[in-house]
């Protein structure tokens, strides 16, 4: 009887035990009360100021330890890692979770989140990361053909087997963090394969896929592109409108020019919704997908870029074939970062950079991504940085670090503005009733390790205002166009943030009335309209 006892109180303690871990909420994605879509963490906002590791430095847990402790004295509030396919099951349905486990300890032990990258059946369109038991196996596990009957490295998203595989992996994967990590939720976000679609073909020529695109456009496609047909991309409406709008036959009859793509993107994505759908029904955290641009900007009819992938452009074809995608992230080696940006900021989709070039702009860039509300901000293989690089983007990374938790409280559509130089020395943009004209004074400089200008203007009451940047100088004027209108200062302070709290560093009412930003600081400002 006292056995029976001792065991009903010990269930009862597990049962409670692990219902406070899954009650406990996990992180989620919604919209804030100024129209900003956030990650939401134990019930506070988190942006992540972050970058992304080489492929390979989390594949051996000695060689990443030593990186992640200069990345948290970089000023990164996490990292994105890769899982690959191939380490996590060596042989088919043998799991091995001891990397995994040690990448998210090192993050614990340096103080910072993590979004993980599972390397499954697409990296960069290729399947290298895939097991050696599924390359070999070409007959159960077929491959993407470029040319009919010649094999490519890449595996077809027609191979139903394949998919099953990936699938079933994917969710031990989300199984064994839910189990691990559900707690403490160190990983936040996981992106799901990397850079799909095709290389060296628009679509894959294999017999079962040509089959497939001499068949009638699937219902579901369809039926998605009828009932969002007035919030379409312009692209999508321009291939509809070409074949007159017919919402009906083969994939050549439908989307015209552009079938080929389309065809592609739906197959590849639903191959995707898969994979996510069996991690969710382990483990709900945020996932999302990533995208190798298109560098022509739509204007290339023919795609050079791989075909079938998230690109902007095949936002509808992905929502319609993937729904259970949270966000659509831009992998950024594009000179044009401001037009980036606006595509990748379509139908609500929310800024997510996760992938950026190796590069001192990053240094600029991420306030213009901030002050455009970028959920994330990763330059690629930040662990690879020479030292002058390093230093360059980890003073910007430092003046920011701890406003993001007061900016993610504040921010929103109409409060908060990026700025970057892109050739042209004077601005004109508008907060509230002020007019600010922004002149900018530092020009990139790659072999000097010199950033060009950049920096945001957060609003937080009517006339109040914080600035972060560098290389610029800001003026602030009334929209109203009457002349007896005045403007002075009521407080021009530089400071810093530590963990969302405003210390004021030394007071600049006196000869410092302009805004001058020559490093990267932060200045809070507020001003008096009069007559």
Known sequence: MKKNRVFSLVTVVLIVTTFCVDAQKLPYITVNREGVKQLIVDEKPFIFLSGELHNSTASNLRYLSPRMKDLK??????????????????????????????????????????????????????????????????????????????????????????????????????????????????????????????????????????????????????EYLKQNKLNLTSEMKNMLQLTGNKLTGTWREVFGYGADEVFSAWYVSQYVEDIILAGKAEYAIPMYVNAWLDGSFSK???????????????????????????????????????????????????????????????????????????????????????????????????????????????????RNIGLLYTGREEEICQLGNYRIQVRYNQQRNENEYRSESGGLILQTDKDEFFICGFGMQLSFYPVSEKSDMQIEFLLHEEGSFDDGVWHSERRMNGDELSIRMTTPSIRKVKFHIYK
């Open 73 to 222: 004295e970089r000023y990164l509030n996490s990292v994105i890692a890769t899982v690959s396919w191939e380490l996590f099951e060596p042989r088919e349905g043998e799991y091995d979770y001891a990397l995994v486990k040690g990448i998210i300890d090192q993050a614990r032990e340096n103080d910072m989140k993590l979004i993980l990258i599972w390397f499954g059946t697409w990296k960069n369109t290729w399947s290298t990361y895939a097991p050696e038991w599924v390359k070999t196996n070409i007959k159960r596990f077929p491959r993407m053909q470029i040319k009919n009957g010649i094999n490519s490295g890449a595996l077809s998203a027609f191979g139903e087997n394949t998919r099953k595989a990936d699938a079933k992996a994917f969710a031990e994967l989300m199984r064994y963090i839910r189990e691990y990590d559900a707690k403490e939720q160190t990983v936040l976000m996981m992106q799901v394969e990397n850079e799909t679609g095709l290389l060296g073909t628009s679509r894959d020529r294999s017999n079962i896929a040509e089959a497939a695109f001499k068949e009638q456009v699937p219902v579901t496609l369809i």
């Open 300 to 414: 290339d009819l023919v795609p050079n870029y791989p075909s079938g992938g998230p690109v902007s452009k095949m936002f509808d074809v992905w929502r319609a074939g993937a729904p259970s995608i949270d966000l659509y992230g831009a992998d950024v080696y594009l000179d044009d970062f401001k037009k980036v940006c606006d595509q990748y900021t379509q139908q609500g989709n929310p800024l997510f950079l996760p992938e950026l070039a190796p590069s001192v702009r990053q240094a600029a860039y991420v306030y213009y991504a901030l002050g455009r509300n970028a959920m994330c901000f990763a330059p690629f293989a930040i662990d690879g940085f020479n030292s002058e690089t390093a230093a360059v983007v980890a003073r910007s990374y430092q003046s920011l670090k701890g406003f993001l938790p007061f900016f993610s409280q504040h921010c929103g559509k109409d």
